[in-house]
């Protein structure tokens, strides 16, 4: 069974500092690695992709991949209270039964305070 | 234009009682998908329709739940003897091209279904 880790948190971090989100993935072979972001009580929507190993950044936000590691992370800068909802790392999966689907970690929550 | 739909948000039943959950994808989607998720749980596959192929139903907890995909567009997934343990939000996503296209076709979600057994 793939597998997608992440800490459920809750991560607290002042407004304006760095919030720092960590995924961690079984699937050795994945390629194509993906961030979304769910408020309480609304569905999920995608705010960064990422399928090539370093930084990519998208405004506040930077997806980071390390691959030998099998590791991927989500920077948010300036954080604001906005930015307070819980954020889901998602594998795409390559085999093993998970062929061709999204697999999603549980989720960190992320409170971002005045 | 109108994104994914899904009616109803939410659904209080009875143990025993039958269900159905309605997912109007995006137009021109051929792609879409059911996912589950519980209280502290991440997302769980359900079922994948894309165009006119089989579904992909490998991700069905059990046979009482089924799903269906009428002229390619609204999907209708029936839990038949819900449970307690049934009882969970239903996300239901649509994307462009599914999985031809690889990982790069991005899935747009619902608002959900929360469905309550009692």
């Known amino acids: 069974q793939k597998e997608v880790e992440q800490n459920s948190g809750p991560l607290s971090v002042p407004e304006g500092a760095i919030a720092s989100l960590n995924c961690t993935y079984s699937?050795?072979?994945?390629?194509?690695f993906f961030w979304y972001r769910q408020y309480s009580g609304k569905s999920p929507e995608l705010i960064m992709s990422?399928?090539?190993?370093g930084d990519k950044e998208d405004g506040r936000f930077t997806a980071q991949l390390n691959k030998a590691s099998q590791y991927v992370s989500l920077l948010i800068r300036d954080s604001q209270p906005s930015d307070s909802a819980t954020y889901l790392c998602?594998?795409?999966?390559?085999?093993?039964?998970?062929?061709?689907?999204?697999?999603f970690g549980k989720g960190t929550k992320l409170s971002v305070k005045p | 234009g109108a994104g994914v739909s899904q009616s109803p948000s939410n659904k209080v039943t009875e143990k025993g009682k039958d269900v159905e959950l309605r997912c109007d994808p995006i137009s021109g989607h051929t792609a879409l998908y059911w996912y589950r998720q519980s209280l502290g749980q991440g997302l769980e596959f359900l079922i994948y329709f894309q165009g006119n192929s089989a579904p992909d139903k490998s991700g069905l907890p059990s046979d009482r739940f089924s799903a269906e995909r009428t002229g390619g567009s609204v999907s209708t997934l029936t839990i038949q003897r819900t449970q307690q343990e049934d009882s969970a939000v239903y996300l239901c996503a649509s994307s462009l091209v599914g999985r031809p296209s690889g990982a790069a076709d991005t899935q747009y979600f619902g608002p959900g279904t929360r469905l309550t057994v009692l």
């Open positions: 998602a594998v795409w999966g390559t085999g093993g039964g998970s062929q061709g689907n999204l697999i």
């Open positions: 990422i399928y090539s190993n």
């Open positions: 699937d050795r072979v994945s390629q194509s």
